[in-house]
């Protein structure tokens, strides 16, 4: 494709932000309404507005509201934070899973849970990885003064091997009484959601945060150079970038576990439709990573029921052939 | 026309000044203190063989890198004193070509240079779209601006890095090697658009590899040999034999051809 949309035009963003906003819309009634038990929308609509006390309606707010609010915020968390390191990196390839970030933010949830410590300090143990593991990645593939896509991959496939090792040691030397907690942690499914709401708020944050730089993200991905020559504070919006990569990352995983390739295909998906304008690629990236991944867990509890599959699965499916393709093309 | 330049040097006050610079690079000094006045209207060109420091020293005139002595002031203020957008709306920087990896539309990527005219909150309106068109005019590739900068060849790259510099509309031009990848005559074409801006009224300092074309378009050239030394004046102080040859460890003889001065290396 050589020929492509030619400007940044507010009303057009506006446009597709609002469409993307119905579909996610459309996608959360689909995931209250399906399951083993049908409910009609009305139902639907009657539990979250009217208090409702019918089983249906509690079937709605305490099992399925609270799973399509974790699964959703998961993936708009994951796909954010996938869009703001391919940024970062300026390499179209990065993605919290592939990079083990999601791995950094495992291991330290792990190691937080085997020492008995309390639920917050396992979540801020998660953020910590996260950012140990990004640290790591980004420092040790930084050799030249670009991150290059091999070093990149190679890097994080190895620290990603390392927070396996990691992990299978900690399972292993964990007392009985904590591998279930911490094994149920891992798999990590959105059925075990607990506390999804403050998820949606930071990512909700995050958004507000980083979208005043959006332009300068545009003018970043220029080039180091040319962005400070530009006017931009290029050392404060990479911290910013990797501060929040990071924290939306240990979020999600917090949240839901490891959910692998949702930053890397749905920013590349929006960037077919919408470009690479970070004004209306971030939000439109968090829209379609929510409705995508609120999809993906509708079908993977629905298609194969009674058997709920983890969304992890699903995504890692699809996930692998689709980098594949796009490993392959970019090759250049 | 030196000789008027030099005149202008003395009377018009500078819009980039450097007092006492001295840079090195590790433990290396690439150049021992000089100083240098541009006034607008005037043009710099950079010369030296590979690592010289002539990138080095355009950065540093950028402000995109401290000095290790001395000072360098734009317009008579520090970069320090200036904010950020302002400072891009007075001076900007081609940079050398960087590799790119996400599609963009050649407009959009030209736009990029009204960054610094935005606010945060500020979307390219038709305006900044207009000079957008303009910049991409001066550059022959207005019927390109729909294109996908990934699929564009390095010389079409470098023309849509001029135009995105162009729309930046800087008073002080700071090129980084501005004719790399061109073919011969989009170099002409490109160093004698700078040569207009600069007639107009902007001033240029020029990182340039070809001493024919630095002695057909410099007012002013600063040599530097790599190994501290510096040689800054006119371009007919600097563009002689001796001092060329000695910074680029070749002989060089000068030629006077059809009104323009050529060198030749023995």
Redesign the interface.
């Known amino acids: 494709?050589?020929?492509?949309?030619?400007?940044?035009?507010?009303s057009r963003a506006f446009g597709i932000i609002a469409g993307l906003a119905l579909a996610a819309v459309a996608a959360f009634v689909l995931a209250l309404m399906s399951g083993e038990l049908a409910i009609s929308v009305r139902s639907a609509a009657g539990a979250l507005f009217e208090g409702d006390q019918s089983m249906e309606a509690q079937v709605v707010r305490h099992l399925r509201l609270p799973r399509a609010v974790a699964v959703f915020a998961c993936g708009g968390l994951l796909a954010t934070a996938g869009a703001l390191m391919?940024v970062l990196l300026?390499?179209?390839l990065a993605d919290p899973y592939v990079l083990g970030i999601s791995g950094g933010a495992a291991v330290g949830a792990l190691a937080a849970m085997l020492a008995g410590l309390a639920s917050f300090v396992v979540d801020a143990a998660a953020f910590g990885g996260a950012l140990t593991a990004m640290l790591l990645v980004f420092g040790l593939a930084h050799g030249d003064g670009?991150w290059t896509q091999t070093r990149l991959l190679l890097t994080g496939v190895i620290v990603a091997a390392g927070c396996g090792a990691a992990i299978t040691l900690m399972l292993a030397i964990a007392p009985d009484t904590r591998v279930h907690s911490m094994l149920f942690w891992l798999m990590g499914d959105a059925s075990g959601a607990r506390r999804p709401w403050p998820a949606l708020v930071i990512l909700a944050l995050g958004l507000v945060l980083i979208l005043?730089f959006a332009?300068?993200l545009?003018?970043l991905?220029?080039?180091e150079?040319?962005a400070?020559?530009?006017?931009?504070?290029v050392v404060r919006l990479r911290f910013l970038l990797y501060g929040l990569a990071s924290l939306l990352t240990a979020v999600s995983v917090t949240l839901v576990g490891s959910v692998g390739f949702v930053g890397l295909i749905v920013p590349h998906l929006m960037?077919f439709v919408v470009?690479?304008?970070q004004?209306v690629l971030l939000p439109a990236a968090l829209l379609a990573g929510g409705t995508l991944l609120t999809l993906a867990d509708t079908a993977a509890r629905t298609v194969i029921a009674p058997v709920q599959l983890p969304v992890g699965v699903l995504t890692a499916l699809i996930g692998v052939p689709v980098f594949l393709f796009l490993l392959s093309r970019h090759r250049r | 026309m030196n000789e008027s330049a030099l005149e202008r040097e003395s009377a018009a006050a500078p819009v980039l000044a450097a007092e006492g610079l001295a840079l090195k690079v590790g433990e290396r000094w690439l150049c021992c203190e000089f100083s240098l006045r541009l006034a607008a209207g005037e043009c710099l060109v950079l010369l030296g063989p590979n690592g010289a420091g002539k990138t080095t020293l355009l950065h540093t005139l950028a402000g995109l890198r401290e000095p290790d002595a001395g000072r360098v002031l734009l317009d008579g203020r520090a970069h320090a004193a200036w904010r950020g957008e302002e400072l891009a709306r007075f001076r900007g920087l081609l940079a050398q070509q960087q590799p790119d990896h996400f599609s963009a539309s050649v407009l959009e990527t030209v736009l990029v240079g009204r960054h610094p005219h935005l606010g945060r909150w500020g979307w390219e309106g038709p305006q900044d779209e207009a000079i957008a068109r303009a910049a991409l005019r001066e550059v022959g590739l207005e019927a390109m601006e729909g294109r996908d900068i990934l699929s564009l060849s390095g010389g079409e790259r470098q023309r849509v890095a001029l135009a995105a510099l162009l729309a930046q509309t800087p008073s002080v031009f700071l090129l980084d090697e501005p004719t790399n990848h061109l073919d011969l005559h989009y170099r002409i074409e490109v160093l004698e658009l700078f040569r207009r801006k600069v007639r107009d009224g902007a001033a240029a300092v020029m990182v340039l590899h070809d001493i024919d074309l630095a002695a057909r378009y410099a007012d002013h050239v600063i040599l530097l040999d790599g190994r501290g030394g510096v040689v800054a004046g006119s371009c007919d102080e600097v563009l002689q034999p001796e001092p060329l040859s000695h910074a680029f460890g070749h002989r060089l003889e000068r030629h006077e051809l059809a009104g323009r001065v050529v060198f030749l290396p023995q």
């Open positions: 494709m050589s020929t492509i949309r030619a400007r940044p035009c507010r391919q300026r390499n179209p670009s005043p332009r300068e545009n003018v991905a220029r080039g150079l040319t400070r020559s530009l006017g931009v504070k960037r470009g690479n304008d004004r």
